[in-house]
């Protein structure tokens, strides 16, 4: 990975926050990105509330697994690093 593009969330409208627009981390072997993306109502990751933090990893044999944690809630820098470091490390792993 060359590059990692960035785009926060200082754009977003309550409105946009309110209809499922997250802040999301994404990465694998080809890419990686942090950017506000619009969920479904039925995913999961639109349902985490406040300073929740969550992860969603997609393996081959299981699925999708999940893990979400808080309410402590890091700061926004520390919490996107945090995932894009551990999100990086896991896509370089065999």
Request: hydrophobic content about 40%.
């Amino acid at each position: 990975m060359d590059r990692i593009r960035v785009e926060g969330i200082r754009n977003i409208t309550a409105e946009e926050a309110a209809s499922g627009t997250k802040l999301l981390v994404y990465a694998d072997r080809d890419e990686a990105w942090v950017r506000p993306q619009v969920l479904d109502d039925g995913d999961v990751l639109r349902h985490v509330k406040g300073v929740m933090n969550a992860i969603e990893i997609e393996t081959d044999t299981l699925g999708k697994i999940y893990s979400m944690g808080g309410p402590g809630g890091a700061g926004k820098i520390e919490t996107a690093q945090a995932a894009l470091t551990d999100l990086v490390s896991i896509s370089r792993s065999e």
